[in-house]
């Protein structure tokens, strides 16, 4: 606080010349600026003693006629004193004047004396409680006396500045105690000794000032060696007062708080700056440069120390902001515990000779830590009534770390956004997010404890982290009062600080040898005794392949078993014949079927094939369309025929023709007679081959069942080694062991499989064998499987039990799920490595598929991964694992299933629908309520791809799906052809998934605004921006993390090739319709230049325009994967694409070339790997093994004028297999032949793949 008349003397001495004439200006303004405070709190309090009141008004009297005198001086103006007014010295008058009031108020000092002594008399005034205000503005102009004393009479007070200093301490803890209490509280009897003692140190230290001024250089050493020694003693006397009622002080003040009428503001910036006043001191006493003195341990007070500032910058602030009813037991406790602090750190000050002092800081200190602990606690408590509390242990316990880097990547982006969704909560926010990044770095440093310790911590890490997302989500959403939002965060920040102190502690003691413990960051297992030599690092999937025999098709070793269900369907009665497989879960039905339908004999010997799965639950006509589908040789939509169409139109379809239908899990005899009326008996040989549990669901079929045994212990041993070690020699111990091993595995090849899975993944040492052998006692599929999960990285947790979501018997794409894993948060960008979010996310479902956990549908262009799935007995598992940790829920509803994944009472993370029994019914829209899905505020991930809106979303609910702001992927159908501008409200918005009902979908400019934008695709339609602005191409953003788009118009120098394009330069993937580009000065057609995208490999392009070439290209030469359709092009022109270096895969469909013959030449397609020809005219192929040297897989589709494929392919070293689907009879045969040429050349690593002829007529 300020002096009445504030100056600083300094100023004038630096322009007055006269030393004489400068030291009684500066005295007489020292003298004012002492003696108006004194008398101005002396006047305005309270005294009954009559002499007091006659001396303290004579003084006063004084004073002000002094004032009065000095101000005309000055022009009316007092501060020219100090300023140096060039006018006043001029006058003769002033100078004269000016020494006669000097000598009036070195006059007072007998006056100070008498009126002192007769106020340490007088007890009258002590029972008024309107005293405590004016002391402290008294104290405040007090303090700032002692600041000019130190700088004007420096060398003055040389013996008693530790004194001052010490008294200075004093009277600030004094104020800032005594400022916060209303007048009230000084009539509380131990309150009021803090008063006393006040008031005492106040008029003792200004007396002295003003002796001290008066004197100046006349000061003997005699007189300030008499006061310092007097000083001490007055200090006892308030010392001694004071400890005795410490304690009921504290109790008097909390209550006297409490009494505070609730709309009357209890904490004030004064508050503030105490505790900041407190934590300054604390340091200074850590540092043992203050001038107290803790009797207790340093690490106690750094506590303490740390606790006040993490009060003071993240609670206290929050508190003074929010003046509300709601918080006053808060507030209340808050302000209690800074008082208590200043308190302790008054008793702190000289402790050193006084015992009683120095006995209550060491027993007060770790009481103030318990008090923090109670008002964080409390602060948690009011969170919790005033928020929801559905946060709490909803978050998947999987992949916590993953989950946590999740976190601080979107507290990064929403941290640094520019269109600052955090302004309210960006301090807090960014603490949170720094108190996160350090626990993560400190459970680093932990590692894996392999106890049940580590897993607690991690599970607290993970609620706190957890806390934080729903909380800033919340807020986000504009859901709840923004001091909640402060509060919760900081119930989070303090929730963080007590796990540190606790992961620290384990770090001087969790080490082993001079190292700590493996970290848990390098993929090991969370279960409790796994050893760390077991290696369970994610593996790489470096390059291209093709495996024709997929891991699970090696469950069945049983090679007698395929060969008698072949011989049971191409052999015996012509008339139509239903064989089954019957069998227990895990025993491998599927996939022996699997294996038979592949079968090279079964593709030559039927003349088409189909597969359907039924499961417990399904619905006829879908799995008719299923059907009818595969044998037509396309996707057969539900509004292209009725379903009392299908029937008549599969009968149709099947009639003549020798057949094989494949009906994978039948539960009861219904479904088979469901599906019965199609298939038509011919006397061809036609066969319908069925698996299920029962066999008497197979006798009520009339089948011929075939009961798959279990395996042997030589067969499971047999099958172990093979899935283990592969092509590896076993050595005679690894034998013995797993012999054992496999032996405990019951004969079940699904656990036999799951076991091979993780002795894959452990080092190869007998004693990790050992354990794993040891540790898994029983056979039972369920316990193997948890031993499984438990060996799996923690990455791979989550990746894996998120297949609990998807319905039963589904077939994932591969793309789809790897893009959802990335948007639920499972996958993160490795440190140090140069590979994309996809890439890392491909590695793990590689992984997943080695570890023998999914089933592989699909092999990819490139061999990877399209589609799998998970064994029924492994999606049940998924489903328990996520529903025992309370994030799974499953609603059916408008014919299908809605799967709302996270925390199902209200911060729901992500929403799938799957059809349901029946997708050919026409839902009107107003069977479908919208407000299912916009109640889940917190949405981080919504797929109605296939939901039933009619015939798709509309522009209102594109405008609900905008508040949704948390959504990072969103597919879904549409029913109209222009997206509102709202989509641009979707920061952080990474796969955006349109299914149009129009040919056109128009995007509006906002999309370009979401930055974290990695997909936007659009299936049956394209995307528009002809309604785009010029002035848009200039500005719009940069999107550098979008990865693909398709499908978009495109042609040579329009507006997307020169400006959306060129922003562009990280696409990976680009879908897009070629319009006419026809120039006349090179007579051809221009493709677009797409040179600068460096980083393109996959290119899809679609003509829409008119027959016209040649066609000028112009493609990346990085390019890998290049897809052209419908532009009929000459078979000369091919050799531009067959030039591409990195070209590994072409698809060349819809009579994009068109000729007869194709010369292939040498030079050209020198790294092809994978060729596809679908719908074309050409009949005759010149080429040689030499054209093609590096292809792998060959397919040819609907080429039915071709006569031959090349003989000279079998010769192909790479050559892995050739598929061929309505083709002609005659380049059947040519296929035929080439195989059984390689086959008598010994060579089985072809496969040949035929599915329907097409007979030419000539």
């Known amino acids: 606080m300020a002096s009445v008349d504030p100056r600083d003397p300094l100023i004038y001495q630096e322009k007055e010349e006269d030393p004489d004439m400068k030291d009684s200006i500066e005295t007489l303004e020292l003298l004012i600026s002492i003696l108006r405070p004194y008398v101005n709190v002396l006047s305005k309090w309270n005294i009954e003693d009559r002499e007091l009141k006659v001396r303290v008004k004579h003084m006063d009297e004084v004073v002000q006629k002094v004032f009065q005198e000095v101000q005309p001086l000055f022009d009316s103006n007092p501060t020219d004193v100090v ?183 209890i904490m004030d910036e004064q508050v503030l700056a105490f505790a900041d006043y407190l934590i300054h001191k604390l340091r200074l006493q850590s540092d043992n440069e203050g001038p107290i003195s803790i009797v207790a341990p340093k690490d106690l007070t750094d506590s303490l120390i740390n606790e006040l500032n993490f009060l003071r910058h993240n609670l206290m602030d929050l508190i003074l902001q929010n003046p509300i009813a709601e918080m006053k037991s808060l507030t209340i406790s808050t302000q209690a515990l800074i008082f208590e602090t200043g308190l302790f750190i008054y008793m702190s000050l000289d402790t050193e000779e006084d015992d009683l002092k120095a006995r209550y800081c060491s027993f007060k200190l770790p009481d103030l830590l318990k008090a923090v602990d109670n008002l964080k606690q409390q602060a948690s408590d009011l969170f919790n009534k005033f928020f929801s509390e559905s946060w709490q242990s909803y978050c998947p316990s999987t992949n916590v770390l993953e989950y946590v880097n999740f976190l601080i990547n979107k507290l990064e982006e929403l941290l640094h956004a520019k269109a600052a969704p955090l302004n309210a909560l960006k301090h807090q926010t960014k603490t949170v997010y720094e108190e996160i990044v350090s626990m993560r770095k400190l459970l680093c440093d932990v590692g894996e404890l392999g106890n049940s310790q580590m897993e607690f911590l991690l599970t607290r890490y993970k609620d706190a982290a957890y806390q934080a997302e729903y909380v800033i989500d919340s807020f986000v959403a504009a859901e709840g009062s923004i001091w909640c939002h402060k509060l919760g965060l900081f119930v989070v920040m303090k929730d963080v600080k007590i796990l540190q102190k606790e992961v620290k502690s384990l770090l001087t003691v969790s080490t082993v040898g001079d190292s700590v413990v493996p970290s848990l960051f390098g993929g090991a297992s969370s279960l409790a005794h796994n050893p760390p030599n077991i290696n369970v690092a994610v593996g790489s999937t470096e390059g291209i392949y093709y495996r024709v025999e997929e891991a699970a098709n090696d469950l069945v070793v049983l090679k007698d078993a395929e060969e008698e269900i072949i011989e049971l369907l191409t052999g015996g009665s012509r008339q139509l014949k ?24 079964i593709n030559l010997h039927f003349y088409v094939r189909a597969w359907c799965c039924v499961s417990q639950v399904y619905e006829k006509d879908t799995l008719l369309f299923d059907i009818f589908g595969q044998i037509v040789g396309k996707t057969i939509q539900s509004h292209e025929t009725s379903p009392e169409d299908i029937v008549q139109k599969l009968y149709q379809s099947l009639k003549g023709r020798r057949y094989l239908i494949v009906i994978d899990d039948i539960w009861d005899i219904k479904a088979w007679n469901d599906l019965k ?17 029962e066999q008497a669901v197979a006798l009520e079929a009339n089948s011929i069942p075939y009961a798959l045994r ?123 490595c140069q590979k994309s979010l996809e890439q890392e996310a491909e590695n793990y479902l590689n992984d997943l598929v080695d570890r023998s956990l999914l089933m592989v549908d699909r092999r990819s262009s490139k061999g990877g991964v399209k589609a799998c799935h998970v064994h029924d007995i492994l999606r049940d598992f998924c489903t328990i694992k996520l529903r025992n940790e309370r994030f799974l829920m499953q609603e059916h509803k408008y014919g299908g299933t809605f799967v709302l994944y996270g925390d199902l009472e209200k911060h729901i ?32 991930v919504l797929d109605l791809e296939n939901a039933p809106f009619g015939s798709g979303a509309n522009t209102t609910d594109f405008v609900n799906i905008a508040k949704l702001v948390q959504l990072r992927y969103l597919a879904i159908g549409v029913d109209t052809d222009n997206i509102p501008s709202e989509i641009g409200n979707l920061r952080n918005l990474e796969t955006f998934l349109l299914t149009g009902a129009s040919d056109e979908i128009m995007l509006p400019e906002t999309i370009w605004n979401l930055v974290s934008l990695r997909h936007i695709l659009t299936k049956n339609s394209f995307f528009s921006f002809q309604h785009y602005n010029q002035d848009f191409y200039q500005y719009f953003c940069q999107l550098d993390n979008l990865k693909s788009i398709s499908a978009i118009p495109l042609s040579h120098g329009d507006d997307i090739e020169k400006f959306i394009l060129r922003r562009l330069t990280g696409i990976q993937k680009l879908g897009c319709k070629f319009s006419n580009s026809w120039d006349d000065s090179t007579g051809c057609n221009l493709f677009p230049v797409l040179n600068f995208l460096s980083e393109l490999q996959s290119l899809k392009v679609f003509f829409l325009g008119k027959t016209l070439y040649p066609c000028k290209f112009s493609f990346p030469s990085n390019l890998k994967k290049l897809s052209l359709s419908n532009f009929r092009l000459p078979w000369d022109e091919i050799s531009i694409i067959g030039q591409l270096p990195n070209l590994e895969v072409l698809k060349l469909l819809n009579n994009t070339f068109e000729g007869q013959q194709w010369d292939m030449r040498e030079g050209e397609f020198e790294n092809l790997k994978f060729l596809k020809l679908d719908s074309l005219n050409i009949e005759l192929w010149n080429a040689s093994s030499e054209h093609l040297p590096c292809l792998e897989k060959l397919v040819l589709i609907s080429c039915q004028q071709l006569e031959e494929i090349p003989s000279s392919f079998g010769e192909i070293p790479t050559l892995q297999l050739i598929e061929m689907k309505w083709c002609s009879s005659s380049a059947m045969e040519s296929v035929k032949q080439i195989l059984e040429e390689q086959r008598e050349m010994s060579n089985d690593q072809l496969n040949v793949t035929i599915v329907g002829v097409v007979k030419i007529h000539g």
């Open 677 to 693: 009326g199609p298939f038509p008996d011919d006397g061809n040989g036609s066969r319908i081959l069925f698996t299920a549990r």
């Open 909 to 940: 993370c992500s929403l799938l629908f799957y059809y349901g029994l029946d997708r050919t019914i026409n839902f009107r829209r107003n069977l479908f309520n919208f407000r299912f899905v916009l109640q889940y505020e917190f949405l981080g």
């Open 83 to 265: 300023q140096g007014n060039e006018d006043w010295e001029s006058s003769p008058t002033n100078v004269p004047v000016f020494f006669s009031i000097l000598n009036v108020l070195r006059s007072l000092n007998n006056e100070m004396t008498e009126i002192e002594d007769l106020l340490s008399h007088d007890s009258s005034f002590s029972t008024s409680s309107e005293n405590a205000e004016h002391l402290v503005c008294f104290i405040g102009s007090l303090l700032q006396n002692l600041k000019d004393v130190f700088i004007c009479r420096a060398d003055s007070i040389v013996l008693v500045k530790k004194v001052l200093e010490d008294a200075e301490d004093r009277l600030i803890l004094f104020r800032y105690l005594l400022w916060p209490m209303p007048n009230r509280l000084v009539e509380q009897a131990n309150l009021f000794l803090i008063f006393i003692g006040a008031q005492s140190l106040a008029f003792l230290i200004s007396h002295l000032l003003y002796s001290v001024c008066l004197m100046n250089d006349k000061l003997n050493d005699e007189w300030l060696s008499e006061f310092r020694d007097v000083f001490p003693d007055v200090i006892d006397a308030i010392d001694t007062s004071l400890i005795e009622g410490v304690s009921d002080m504290c109790d008097e003040y909390l209550e006297s708080l409490v009494a505070v009428p609730d709309d009357t503001p």
């Open 710 to 832: 279990l395996l042997s212990p030589e067969e499971s041993c047999k099958l172990l080694l093979f899935k283990v070690f592969g092509g590896e020699i076993c050595t005679p111990e690894w034998l013995t062991i797993s012999e054992r091993i496999a032996r405990n595995c019951k004969g079940l090849p699904l656990a036999v499989v799951l076991m091979a899975g993780i002795l894959k993944r452990t080092e190869r040492k007998e004693d990790c064998w050992e354990h794993v052998s040891n540790t898994l006692i029983s056979s039972e599929v369920s316990d193997i499987l948890e031993f499984s999960y438990k060996h799996l990285p923690n990455c791979l947790k989550p990746c894996f039990i998120y297949f609990g979501t998807f319905p039963e018997d589904i077939t994932v794409s591969a793309t789809k799920l790897i893009r959802l894993w990335i948007c639920e948060g499972f996958v993160q960008q490795p440190s140090l």
């Open 578 to 601: 239903l064989v089954s497989i019957v069998g227990m879960p895990g025993l491998g039905k599927t996939t022996l079927a699997n294996s038979v339908y592949n079968h090279p004999s």
